[in-house]
């Protein structure tokens, strides 16, 4: 019994993030988190692009209070729109921004779009970055293209560091799988060693510490050598 109303719960709030998500447009939502608190059920929006989200004089924002509370029964739910300053690190965003290039222009020009969103996002500095495009590009087969710069972790633990996200795109031969994964340059990285001049001294400082014993002991060698 538990289980099922479980399972019933987080289908609502599915059907919830998805409501908006459609809503509001592809493009211009990364994610939608859902918080319970005393007062009610906090609506948590993140966007690159809080006016369009907000609306006129918030009109936008009182329109989906108003269906969250008619269609989705939820009892007081408050929005709060939580902006994103820099959406080329957002992967979602960057994979729902190639959908829609590929709806606007076709799917013939799948690799000058996938390439301006992979400059784009290096340009802003990101450490690395892969996408990946599944679906009948450009013949009546499905095939895969990967596009990929840069540093990018895929296991251990320092790969869960790396922000992955969907997307799809509805063209004219079918649908188109997008992947997008980014590692920002502010991801901790462990494993990552950064070599400055700094570093560059200290191995040098120890090589010659290592090295002047070992030619000592050579000139040793060599001085027992030539008195034999």
């Known amino acids: 019994m538990e289980e099922r109303k479980t399972v019933e719960f987080k289908k609502a709030e599915f059907e919830i993030r998805e409501y908006i998500k459609k809503s509001l447009g592809k493009g211009k939502i990364s994610r939608v988190r859902i918080e319970y608190t005393p007062i009610g059920e906090k609506i948590i929006i993140s966007t690159n692009k809080p006016g369009l989200i907000i609306g006129r004089g918030g009109e936008k924002i009182e329109e989906l209070t108003r269906v969250l509370k008619t269609k989705f029964k939820l009892e007081n739910p408050h929005v709060e729109i939580d902006e994103i300053e820099n959406a080329e690190f957002d992967s979602q965003i960057m994979a729902d921004e190639i959908a829609l290039g590929l709806e606007k222009f076709g799917p013939l020009k799948f690799k000058v779009i996938a390439y301006k969103a992979l400059q784009k996002i290096m340009a802003a500095g990101a450490l690395g970055v892969e996408i990946r ?10 095939k895969q293209w990967r596009f990929a710069q840069g540093y990018l972790k895929k296991t ?35 494993d990552r060693i950064i070599v400055n001049e700094e570093l560059v001294n200290k191995l040098k400082k120890n090589s010659e510490e290592i ?4 030619v000592k002991e050579v000139k040793k060698l060599k001085g027992k050598s030539t008195k034999k």
């Open 211 to 214: 090295e002047i014993p070992i």
């Open 133 to 142: 495009l599944n679906g009948k590009l450009p013949s009546s087969r499905a």
């Open 156 to 190: 251990g633990d320092s790969a869960k560091v790396v922000d992955r996200a969907q997307a799809r795109a509805e063209t004219r031969p079918g649908t188109v799988g997008i992947k997008v994964s980014i590692l920002s340059p502010t991801a901790v990285l462990k």
